[in-house]
């Protein structure tokens, strides 16, 4: 019977083997440079596998042969051992991970990529309710943070955004040990950095906002943001949800991990409103609170894409040759997507267009125009994804007469030929708000024509 592992290194061998035969088929084998040649090819491929796996005891066993292999040092510090950190900490190995932070500060790795290791410890002893030794971890990254900062290395952006979460996470640690006054002041704090960035608050920073404001009496906002919180994760859920019904189940696999936070916190949250919520159903509560939430955030969605001008014509040539008018599409809703073939948000919106053509066929023409420089990649590419009938070809002036510059970019027209809604890049919140504004002008035109 084979040991635990050895058929994965055994494989591991293999693929050195692989690497190392066409060196020596070539006669060029010059010693140890190309024996170390062929071992950092095989340590990048197991580091591209460890990426792909979820698998917690896979994963750190692809990184410790990567990290056994890889000649490169930079590689080492940046790549694989936060990679290996996290892998131990999602292991519970927290000495290991430790063990593996020390040696990137002897290696002076970038200091970001060394934060970003040390913020997957105290996460580990956070969720392990490890508080002191995650409260000192998190100084750490704090003060790792403030260097990379002052030294100016990373984006600036970034870091001040790792700064903030890590500010969320230590406030959590402090209400986990007791202390909901501190955590509560250190939070709000947080919430009001956001709200100056205009950022949306992560559901977790709502739920131990509610936590402490419960811990010290203060019912009214604890049920606020309770409330907030529920609606938060929940949304972010079913928008996850109605993604994936969309384009295909094998999609959840991109938002394993944040589905693996989202569910575990609703049923937290659920568990705190029976306490906060007294007198009443919490779960009734809870979902009109919800509601409240959805319509509110659809209509603010809609203001913000909001438009009235009229729709400038065009006359373009589909993949088959024929001409598609916009004079020919009065009477119809429209809705026009501008693409290319490089666009990865494009891709997260075939699906959903494609959906709202079939679903709305003979209401609604959803018309694709590709962008791209060589009309010849956009027909297989078009075919294979499956909408190649609703792909159109630019001209020389449609892309500057709709102000089409990042993409996608999405405009729907009204049935006579006023545009109503445009909104630039893609969000799991877009096909929602596509067919809120379709149905919208729908529903319009039959009062219309009610006597």
């Given at each position: 019977m084979n040991r635990p592992g050895t058929s994965m290194c055994a494989t591991a061998l293999c693929r050195f083997c692989r690497a190392l035969l066409p060196l020596l088929l070539a006669?060029?084998?010059?010693?140890?440079?190309?024996?170390?040649?062929?071992?950092?090819?095989?340590?990048?491929?197991?580091?591209?596998?460890?990426?792909?796996?979820?698998?917690?005891?896979?994963?750190l066993q692809l990184l410790r042969q990567a990290a056994a292999l890889s000649k490169d040092p930079?590689?080492?510090?940046?790549?694989?051992?936060?990679?290996?950190?996290?892998?131990?900490?999602?292991?519970?190995?927290?000495?290991?991970a430790a063990a593996v932070i020390v040696q990137m500060r002897i290696e002076r790795a970038p200091l970001p990529r060394l934060a970003e290791a040390q913020r997957a410890l105290a996460l580990?002893?956070?969720?392990?309710?490890?508080?002191?030794?995650?409260?000192?971890?998190?100084?750490?990254?704090l003060a790792t943070l403030d260097s990379a900062i002052a030294a100016k290395e990373g984006s600036a952006s970034n870091l001040q955004q790792s700064l903030l979460q890590t500010k969320e996470l230590k406030g959590e640690v402090m209400l986990g040990s007791g202390d909901a006054k501190t955590a509560l002041e250190l939070l709000l704090a947080c919430q009001e950095q956001r709200k100056q960035k205009q950022q949306e608050a992560p559901p977790s920073l709502a739920f131990n906002l509610a936590r402490a404001a419960s811990q010290l009496g203060r019912n009214v906002d604890a049920r606020q943001q309770l409330a907030e919180a529920y609606a938060l994760a929940l949304h972010r859920v079913r928008a996850i949800e109605f993604h994936a019904e969309a384009a295909g189940p094998a999609v959840l696999d991109q938002f394993a991990g944040e589905l693996d936070e989202l569910r575990p916190l609703l049923r937290a949250i659920e568990q705190e409103a029976q306490i906060v919520v007294a007198g009443a159903d919490?779960?009734?509560?809870?979902?009109?609170?919800?509601?409240?939430?959805?319509?509110?955030?659809?209509?603010?969605?809609m203001a913000k894409a909001s438009l009235h001008m009229p729709a400038p014509a065009f006359n373009l040539r589909t993949?088959?040759?024929t001409r598609v008018r916009l004079a020919d599409l009065?009477?119809?809703?429209?809705?026009?997507?501008?693409?290319?073939?490089?666009?990865?948000?494009?891709?997260?919106?075939?699906?959903?267009?494609?959906?709202?053509?079939?679903?709305?066929?003979?209401?609604?023409?959803?018309?694709?125009?590709?962008?791209?420089?060589?009309?010849?990649?956009?027909?297989?590419?078009?075919?294979?994804?499956?909408?190649?009938?609703?792909?159109l070809l630019k001209d020389g002036s449609v892309q500057q007469q709709y102000g089409v510059e990042p993409i996608p970019h999405n405009f729907i027209i009204d049935q006579a030929g006023i545009i109503r809604f445009g909104e630039v890049g893609f969000t799991l919140d877009s096909p929602q708000l596509f067919r809120a504004e379709i149905n919208h002008l729908l529903e319009h035109e039959r009062s219309q024509e009610t006597p």
């Open positions: 006669g060029e084998l010059g010693g140890h440079c190309l024996w170390a040649q062929a071992a950092q090819s095989t340590a990048d491929g197991l580091l591209d596998k460890a990426a792909q796996v979820s698998d917690p005891d896979q994963k930079r590689q080492q510090a940046s790549e694989i051992e936060p990679a290996l950190a996290a892998a131990y900490v999602r292991a519970g190995r927290f000495a290991d580990g002893y956070a969720k392990a309710r490890r508080y002191p030794e995650a409260l000192e971890q998190i100084n750490a990254v919490s779960g009734q509560w809870l979902e009109a609170q919800f509601a409240q939430f959805e319509k509110r955030k659809l209509s603010d969605g993949l088959t040759g009065k009477g119809k809703v429209v809705l026009l997507n501008f693409w290319d073939i490089s666009c990865k948000p494009c891709r997260a919106e075939y699906p959903h267009l494609k959906k709202i053509q079939d679903d709305l066929s003979g209401q609604v023409a959803v018309l694709m125009v590709s962008l791209d420089a060589d009309g010849a990649q956009v027909a297989p590419f078009a075919q294979k994804s499956g909408f190649a009938s609703m792909v």
